[in-house]
């Protein structure tokens, strides 16, 4: 992971010259002197997964790069970094859009398979709602998406349903605990799960836009736990309450709330996913 965050990478859109990530970001000159503004490249979520894409017996790895250029988008590529000659290497590297969602990213015979939520014909760029799967393959010249016969789908509360996720984050940069296990799921129009003491079940409804929520009151079991797990449960329940939007962050649900005035999302991993590293 260290040596990931402190690679050279090119094949950007707005930066045109290879960069190199120092602890896991680059950041490029001001647009205007003295200006804030900057163009900045940065490692996504710890994310990375590991195979052998090109059967050379030597494992790759493939990562997420989110370029700034300044203002509202945030353009999301695919890496691919070997090992050569004892150094690594980013072999390629292709553009997955911008300010798409990343469902999954998987090894799956020599190929790389993204499960992406993308802006559809009739989407606005900031709420994409477009669920698709793209492929690439790594050659001597880089990644070369393949051809995929599936049809796009779209975002909706069904796309969480049949999946028990875990709580990892109360929000980007503050860890949830691993005990008490918080979780949720999707069901019959309602979220259910465990709150850190009890079971819960909340409605929820979509909204206007693809990924907007609102979720109602919650009931719940009325056991009674040690004060640490009830301040896990209080906690989790005005969050959860306070949730208006649902989509993914680097093969994690993400809920986007508001609670005492105080914006966060809160990630969960798929049951099963180990915590870290991602």
């Given at each position: ?12 859109d ?7 990530l ?20 940065s ?56 300010r798409?969602?990343?469902?999954d990213?998987r ?9 992406l ?8 760029a ?9 492929r ?16 796009p ?17 109360w ?70 309450a ?37």
């Amino acid at each position: 992971m260290r040596e990931l965050k402190n690679t050279a990478y090119s094949g950007f859109d707005v930066v045109k010259t290879p960069i190199t990530l120092k602890d896991g970001r680059w950041e490029g000159e001001p647009y205007v002197a003295g200006g804030g503004s900057r163009p900045t490249v940065s490692f996504v979520r710890d994310f990375y997964r590991i195979g052998d894409l090109d059967a050379d017996g030597s494992e790759e790895a493939v990562l997420l790069l989110a370029e700034h250029a300044g203002g509202s988008g945030e353009y999301l590529y695919l890496a691919v970094v070997a090992r050569r000659d004892g150094e690594l290497r980013n072999v390629g590297t292709v553009r997955l859009g911008d300010r798409v969602q990343i469902r999954d990213v998987r090894i799956d015979a020599r190929e790389i398979v993204v499960d992406l939520v993308q802006a559809g014909p009739q989407d606005a760029a900031c709420c994409p709602g477009e669920l698709v799967t793209r492929r690439w393959q790594l050659g001597s010249d880089g990644l070369r998406e393949t051809q995929t016969a599936s049809q796009p789908g779209r975002l909706t509360l069904e796309t969480i349903a049949g999946t028990d996720w875990v709580l990892r984050t109360w929000t980007l940069n503050d860890a949830a605990p691993a005990t008490p296990e918080v979780t949720l799921a999707f069901k019959d129009g309602k979220f259910a799960g465990t709150a850190g003491c009890n079971r819960y079940f909340a409605g929820v409804k979509p909204g206007n836009m693809p990924g907007d929520v609102s979720v109602g009151a919650a009931g719940a079991t009325r056991m009674m736990c040690p004060p640490e797990q009830m301040a896990v449960e209080g906690r989790f329940l005005k969050q959860l309450a306070g949730v208006k939007k649902f989509g993914f962050m680097a093969g994690q649900l993400a809920l986007s709330y508001e609670a005492d005035g105080v914006r966060g999302v809160m990630l969960f991993d798929p049951r099963g996913t180990p915590p870290a590293p991602r």
